[in-house]
C-alpha cells in the first residue's frame, strides 16, 4: 500500500479542509485524531474514496508516512501543542518534520523549534490564513522555523496554497524559528485594523448621514472597484444587503460587542516591547475591548445623552472623503505593520523578504486585496525601505488623501462620532512628518523630577547632559537606559 506523503493530526474544520486540499493537489494524506470516532466518520464520509489513510495512533500514523516523515499538527495553540509534541517525538526519527499550523504565539515556536531540533528533529510554525474556506481551495501560508525543513514541505505548502494572477503561490519561506507565525501575527493585527477602519466608515454614514443598509451596500460596491478592492470590502458589500426573516436588515440585529483570540494584542504588546508606534492596530484592539463593555456604555449613554448634530453639507463628497480616509488610514495600518516586523527581525536576526510578505497576503488570506501589489512593488523599488509612507507611489497617495482625511476626522471630532482608529492614523501620520515634536520639553520633565538626563540639539547624538532645575537638585544624574 501506497504510504501518505504528509500526516495530520487534528480533524476540526480546518484540519479536514487541509486534508480534502492536500488530497485534491495529488497528495496522499495520512489523518490521526485525539477522539478517533472522527477519524472514522471522516474516512468513511467525506474522505470516502480519497487517497486518505485513517490511524487510530501516532505509531500508526508514523508507519503510514513516507520518510522523512511530515506531521501537520492543527490542534489548539498553547499546552495542546507542546502535549502533542511530546507524545510524536518517540515515534519520529531524526530529519523528520513537524509542523504547527495553528495560531501559536511565536515565542513559543521559537522555543518550539530549538526544542525540536535539540531532538534530532526539524519544526515549523506556519501561520494559515483563510479561514475554513482558504484550507479548503488555498489558503496563504507563512512558514518559519528549520530552514532544513523548507525544501521538505516546500512542494506541498506551494501547492495547495493560493495562488496570485501571474501563478505565484501565496506561500514562501519567511525565516527562522518564530518568523512565519510572527508574520501571521501582524497579518492578524493588520485585519484588526481593516475591519476597525471598515466600521468606522459604516459608522460615519450610518449614525452621522443617515444612510440605509441597502445605500451603504450599493456604497461598498463601487468601493470595492477602486482601489479599496478586497476581501474584506466584498464581504462587508455582502452583509450590508443580508436580510432577516423578516426582510430587515441581519446586520442591524446583531449585539455590538466583538470577541476576539488574542493575536491583536499579541501585535499591540510586540509593538510595545520593541519600541514601535503601531497606534492604529492598538486603537483597533481597544475598540474591540470598549465594545465588550456593552452594559457600562448602555449606562453612560443615558447619563450623558449625546445627540449627533445633524449633517450639512454634500452628503456625495463627503462619502468619498470617507473612502479616501479609509484609504490613507489602511495604508498608515499596514506601514506600521512592517515597521513593526522590521524592527522585530532585527531583534531576532530574522532575514525577511517584505515584498515577498505582500505576495503572500494577496491571495487567500483575510486581508487580500490589490493593495498589496502596491506594497510589494515599493520594496522590490528599494527592499531598504524603511516606512511606506517614504515610498514614492505612497507620499504621492497619502499627500493627496490628506484633506478628505482631515475633513473626515473633524466631522467625526465635531459630531461626537467616534473614530478611533482613523483619528489615530491621522495623528501618527502628522507626528511622523513633524520635524520636531514637544519631547523637549518632555524631556526636560524627566531631567527635572529624575535627572534622567536629555541630548542637546547643539551637541552631538549620544552625549547627555543634566541641569539642577531647581538649584537644590544637586548635580549627579541618572544612568541612561530605555525601558
Not at 456593552?294 to 445623552?305: L, M
Request: with cysteine; glycine share 10%.
Amino acid at each position: 500500500m501506497k504510504k501518505a506523503d504528509i500526516g495530520l493530526i487534528g480533524l476540526a474544520v480546518m484540519g479536514e479542509n487541509l486534508v480534502m486540499n492536500m488530497e485534491s493537489k495529488g497528495f496522499t494524506v495520512a489523518v490521526f485524531n485525539r477522539t478517533t470516532s472522527k477519524v472514522d466518520d471522516f474516512v468513511a464520509g467525506r474522505a470516502a474514496g480519497k487517497n486518505v489513510i485513517g490511524c487510530h495512533s501516532l505509531e500508526e500514523l508514523a508507519e503510514n508516512l513516507e520518510k522523512p516523515r511530515k506531521v501537520f499538527l492543527m490542534v489548539k495553540a498553547g499546552d495542546a501543542v507542546d502535549g502533542m509534541i511530546e507524545k510524536l517525538l518517540p515515534v519520529l526519527e531524526d530529519g523528520d518534520v513537524i509542523i504547527d499550523g495553528g495560531n501559536s504565539h511565536f515565542p513559543d515556536t521559537i522555543r518550539r523549534t530549538a526544542y525540536v531540533e535539540s531532538r534530532g528533529k526539524l519544526y515549523i510554525g506556519t501561520g494559515v490564513s483563510g479561514g475554513e474556506e482558504g484550507a479548503l481551495l488555498g489558503p496563504s501560508m507563512m512558514p518559519g522555523g528549520s530552514p532544513a525543513a523548507w525544501p521538505l514541505v516546500k512542494p506541498i505548502f506551494q501547492a495547495i496554497s493560493a495562488h496570485v494572477e501571474d501563478g505565484s503561490p501565496c506561500c514562501d519561506w519567511v525565516g527562522e524559528n518564530g518568523a512565519g507565525h510572527f508574520v501571521k501575527m501582524v497579518h492578524n493585527g493588520i485585519e484588526y485594523g481593516d475591519m476597525q477602519l471598515i466600521c468606522e466608515a459604516y459608522q460615519l454614514m450610518r449614525d452621522l448621514l443617515g444612510l440605509s443598509d441597502d445605500e451603504m451596500h450599493e456604497i461598498f460596491r463601487k468601493w470595492n472597484e477602486t482601489e479599496l478592492n478586497s476581501y474584506l470590502i466584498e464581504i462587508t458589500r455582502d452583509i450590508l444587503a443580508f436580510k432577516d426573516r423578516d426582510g430587515s436588515p441581519l446586520v442591524e440585529k446583531i449585539l455590538d460587542t466583538a470577541g476576539q483570540k488574542g493575536t491583536g494584542k499579541w501585535t499591540g504588546i510586540a509593538a510595545l516591547d520593541e519600541g514601535v508606534p503601531l497606534t492604529l492596530i492598538g486603537e483597533a484592539v481597544f475598540a474591540r475591548c470598549l465594545s465588550a463593555m456593552k452594559e457600562e456604555r448602555r449606562e453612560a449613554a443615558k447619563t450623558f445623552d449625546r445627540k449627533i448634530p445633524p449633517f450639512e453639507g454634500d452628503k456625495d463628497a463627503f462619502i468619498e472623503s470617507i473612502r479616501q480616509a479609509l484609504y490613507a488610514s489602511k495604508i498608515i495600518s499596514y506601514a506600521q505593520g512592517y515597521v513593526l516586523m522590521r524592527t522585530a527581525a532585527a531583534h531576532y536576526g530574522w532575514n525577511l523578504n517584505y515584498g515577498g510578505i505582500a505576495l503572500m497576503w494577496r491571495g487567500g488570506c483575510i486581508i487580500r486585496s490589490v493593495f498589496l501589489g502596491k506594497i510589494k512593488e515599493a520594496y522590490d523599488r528599494d527592499p531598504g525601505l524603511t516606512n511606506l509612507l517614504l515610498d514614492p507611489y505612497f507620499k504621492e497617495t497619502v499627500e493627496k488623501l490628506v484633506p478628505a482625511w482631515r475633513t473626515v476626522a473633524a466631522a467625526a471630532i465635531a459630531h461626537g462620532v467616534p473614530a478611533p482608529a482613523m483619528t489615530s492614523a491621522l495623528s501618527y501620520f502628522d507626528g511622523y512628518t513633524t520635524e520636531r515634536l514637544p519631547a523637549n520639553l518632555l524631556q526636560a520633565q524627566r531631567d527635572y523630577f529624575g535627572a534622567h538626563t536629555y541630548e542637546r540639539l547643539d551637541a552631538p547624538r549620544g552625549e547627555f547632559f543634566h541641569t539642577n532645575w531647581t538649584g537644590h537638585g544637586g548635580n549627579t544624574a541618572a544612568s541612561t537606559y530605555n525601558a
